[in-house]
């Protein structure tokens, strides 16, 4: 018979471990959770592309879509708040491609007050919505048709932070930068 001895490091390890492992997981699964309702993403047509969408817009008329970008402009109206984004691709979890690939630009029409200066040009946006066929607008010199998204749920992703400059001269830092002592020329020439 064969008898098991526990010592106490092996009671401490497993108390230890085993909430650091389940608070891994969760924190995993979390970052990878998509940013629209699981309702909503159940009713979204994942075979409905911005390609489909813009080539025949009367027949997606309807359908739930999924689509992200970067925003282009925001233009209050009276009871709606209309954004023009340009398309980029999405993620698993919704988030657009840090990329400069796009098939075209979209409107989504909101209907409630969004503030120009939130959703201001340049910050990404994932919406669910329906596709509500596609309206004739000039962009620059042309005629452009956008599709039209009727925004169900949208989601505003944070800005990137941006890289700060380092503060001292290349390659040494302060005080190394600066030549110190007497040296041919001093202290005339650095």
């Known amino acids: 018979m064969s008898i098991m001895m526990r010592s106490r490091w092996d009671t401490v390890s497993r108390s230890v471990f085993t909430p650091a492992i389940v608070c891994t997981m969760v924190f995993l699964l979390n970052a990878c959770a998509p940013v629209i309702s699981p309702q909503l993403m159940e009713q979204v047509d ?3 592309t911005y390609g489909a969408l813009a080539g025949r817009p009367d027949e997606t008329k309807g359908r739930i ?9 925001t233009v209050p109206k009276p009871n709606e708040t209309e954004i023009e984004v340009v398309q980029k691709q999405v993620s698993s979890s919704g988030e657009p491609y840090l990329t400069d690939k796009s ?18 040009a340049g910050r990404d946006i994932t919406v669910a919505g329906k596709a509500q066929g596609s309206v004739l607008r000039r962009l620059g010199e042309i005629e452009y048709r956008y599709p039209v998204i009727a ?11 941006s890289p700060q400059a380092y503060p001292y001269a290349y390659p040494f830092g302060y005080p190394y930068y600066r030549r110190w002592g007497p040296y041919p020329g001093y202290p005339y020439f650095y």
Do not use: M
Request: neutral net charge; glycine residues 8%; proline residues 5%.
């Open 46 to 48: 994942r075979n409905l």
């Open 65 to 73: 879509v999924l689509l992200g970008g970067t925003i282009v402009q």
């Open 103 to 120: 098939e075209g630009r979209y409107l989504v029409v909101v209907d409630r007050f969004l503030d120009p200066a939130i959703y201001r």
């Open 151 to 161: 925004a169900v749920e949208l989601h505003l992703w944070k800005e990137p932070l």
